[in-house]
């Protein structure tokens, strides 16, 4: 098994190209199901979630490729509906096969995906959409039996929460729908964003992108032309390394990210003290005389993602005072707390908040990680903690950072990654 071992404290410098979005490339890997012709995607990650949701698209039947960071999906040649459980258990998100799945073939079988660390993560909300839109849903021995064998028809779905795959498979439900949808209470995240545009340019009249009524003009069963396109960059692996920047109070520049998807995280590292600059694709932050405290509560986007919480609680650590996080999307994300606690961190946990009091030194240990954002928060804290850490159970990194130990060593980071 691989283990991480980083040297700290070490201020990093110099500049880091930001991937594809890694929570962008799963639905739109799942367009390749809706598409008459193969789909070829640009800038996809090269990170395990997106090769195992190639992996369940080849068992399924279709033909793939990805090299370079360039992917190829033809689904001519699909000839099961069954996402198998030994896949979904390994990448939730293949619950994105659902929607597309149903309204292409009108029928699939797709294994419940389970919960996993942050949280029981259902799909209620995915289901009873569909139902709404006509089709016939059974749970039957873990599995998600989905029938609609005269296509599923355009309707009103109002998402009593705001899920972001519940909105993405109902969009791509609705794209090939008999009728109109209208979604109410959707996802406005940037990857849900580009989802419609891409669907938009391939002849889906979508009316409301970006807001939180979509208006979705069906095909009625005719498979979409899909044209070449690219994935935005990931705001979150941004976020992660302006957070890599901001403990070792360092001045490091992004390039290849989209400044607008930062927008909460910016303004939060700003009351911190930190000095940050933007050009159109590049974020540079530099370091600041002494990091303030900061509260967060997080939120689905524009608001302060929970993608960014267990970064930004490795930051608190550093910031003079109480920093108060108050985690509002998942039951149980702050698996992450007690690593950095055994790492020297002053934390204090209620149901759903956690107060972070700093600045506290930071000591090098031997930490285990949990899930793939709580990772991205150890080795945050390894940077700036005196001695050596090591991060154990780095597949859950792998899930979602594409050459990290790469790209922290091309910023002058000292991290290797060894085999136990
Ligand atoms: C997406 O997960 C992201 N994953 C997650 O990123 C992210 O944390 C999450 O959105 C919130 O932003 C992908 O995009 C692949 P939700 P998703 O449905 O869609 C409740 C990462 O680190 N809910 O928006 O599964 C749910 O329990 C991952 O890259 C229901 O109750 O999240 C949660 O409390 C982790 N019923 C809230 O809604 C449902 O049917 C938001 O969940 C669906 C969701």
């Known amino acids: ?42 800038n996809v990650p090269n990170v395990a ?5 190639l992996q369940l698209l080849e068992n399924l039947g279709a033909v793939q490729s990805f090299t370079e960071n360039s992917a190829t999906v033809d689904t001519n040649s699909v000839n099961s509906t069954c996402a198998n459980y030994d896949i979904v258990r390994k990448m939730r998100a293949s619950i994105l096969t659902l929607g597309p799945l149903l309204t292409r073939f009108g029928h699939c079988e797709v294994s419940l995906p389970g919960g996993c660390a942050i949280g029981q993560r259902p799909i209620d909300l995915h289901l009873k959409a569909l139902e709404i839109m006509g089709a016939n849903i059974d749970i039957r021995q873990g599995y998600v039996i989905a029938t609609a064998p005269n296509g599923l028809k355009g309707a009103n779905i109002v998402f009593d929460k705001i899920t972001v795959t519940g909105s993405e498979n109902i969009i791509m439900a609705a794209a090939l729908a008999h009728g109109t949808t209208v979604i109410s209470n959707a996802a406005k995240e940037p990857e849900v964003v580009q989802l419609c545009e891409i669907l938009n340019k391939s002849g889906v009249e979508i009316k409301g992108i970006g807001s939180a009524e979509i208006e979705i003009k069906g095909s009625g069963g ?54 940050i600059s933007k050009t159109q694709n590049s974020i540079t932050i530099k370091p600041c005389k002494k990091i303030l405290s900061a509260d967060i509560e997080t939120l689905e986007y524009p608001g302060f993602p929970t993608d960014m919480q267990a970064q930004f609680m490795a930051l608190c ?79 859950h990194l792998d899930r979602g950072y594409e050459n990290l130990e790469g790209k922290l060593s091309s910023l002058g980071a000292k991290i290797k990654r060894l085999s136990e």
């Open 49 to 53: 979630d997106v090769r195992t949701l």
């Open 222 to 275: 005719r498979l979409l032309d899909i044209a070449d396109f690219s994935v935005i960059a990931d705001r979150i692996e941004a976020g992660t390394y302006l957070c890599a920047g901001a403990i070792t109070n360092s001045e490091i520049t992004l390039a290849n990210v989209i400044p607008e998807h930062l927008k909460s995280l910016i303004s939060k590292l700003n009351s911190m003290g930190f000095e």
């Open 317 to 395: 650590t550093q910031a003079d005072g109480a920093s108060v996080i108050d985690e509002r999307l998942f039951e149980n994300r702050f698996m992450h707390v007690s690593e950095l606690s055994r790492m020297g961190a002053n934390i204090k946990l209620t149901s759903h908040t956690a107060t972070v009091y700093g600045p506290t030194k930071l000591t090098g240990a031997d930490v285990m990680a949990t899930d793939l954002r709580a990772s991205s928060a150890l080795v945050l804290a390894a940077l700036v903690a005196e001695g050596t850490t090591r991060i154990h159970r780095i597949y």
């Open 1 to 42: 098994m691989d283990f991480l071992e980083i040297k700290g404290p070490q201020k990093l410098h110099g500049k880091v190209a930001i991937s594809g979005a890694k929570n962008a490339a799963l639905p739109l890997l799942t367009l390749a199901l809706l598409s008459r012709r193969p789909i070829k995607i640009d």
